[in-house]
């Protein structure tokens, strides 16, 4: 058996929340991620028989049933993931009632899974239902497009527009656009469900005064998502407060978008 310590998605995990976490996205135990494995991979690493502890999910996943995934703690610190994964971090296995995640490693202090874990399982399933590839799902405090969500109007096509304005690639990285959901209480299944209603139809979805879902196939492309929005909404917020004197056009954006072959949100554009 080879040493979990030394697994890519270990590595990849401590990797993506240290970035997170300088980029000052994730304060305290802000954000969570979760990241569907491949069951042969984990086999080299863990036991698969072998369930350390059982945790009810408190919903019903059947679609994912069988599927691994390596998961954020809740309240844990994505400042502390890189020093001690083992505890900032759990393997968990959805059992075949659909409703409890089999331990396989981590959460070493008796912790568990994020409070998140609704959104993140409901989204996996919505994004899965259009994107076989989907693995990914992260959830993120970003500072400007938090501070953007204080300032402009949270419509989705007002929104997306904005972002596509402010750098030239955003129309060619997020074609589907940002989806928004109203402010709602966040750890719930009602949250969940509408974070996974959304992501039938974005990769990428606002929980406004709250922050950002990402998905994507694996984290390099979901982070990078995120990454585009907010550096999109820090020169929003770098420029909100001047006379604006030049813009991206919307014809701009349709050769963009032409020229890369992205099929992007053309009720988004104002052609
Ligand atoms: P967790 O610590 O439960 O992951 O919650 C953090 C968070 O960002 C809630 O939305
Ligand atoms: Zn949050």
Known sequence: MKDIFTAPFVEEMKRTTANMYRLGWDERNGGNISYMLDEKE???????????RTIPTGFEAEELIGKIFIVTGTGKYFKNVEGDPETNLGIIRIAED?????????YKDGGRFTSELPAHLMSHMARLSVDPENRVVIHSHPTNTLAMNFVHELDEKKFTHTLWEMCTECIVVFPDGVGILPWMLC???????????????????????????GAGKNLDE???????????????????????????????????????????RKDFLNL
């Open 42 to 52: 984990v086999a080299e690493y863990l036991d698969l028989n072998h369930v350390i």
């Open 98 to 106: 659909g409703t409890t995640a089999e331990l396989l490693w981590g």
């Open 187 to 213: 750890g719930t299944n009602s949250i969940g469900e509408a974070t996974a209603e959304k992501m039938k139809e974005f990769r990428l979805v606002i929980w406004s005064l709250h922050g950002i879902y």
């Open 222 to 264: 979901t982070f990078g998502l995120i990454e585009t929005v907010e550096k999109a909404a820090q020169i929003y917020m770098l420029t909100a407060h001047l006379p604006r004197i030049n813009t991206i056009q919307d014809k701009n954006m349709v050769e963009l978008a032409e020229f890369f072959g992205v099929n992007y």
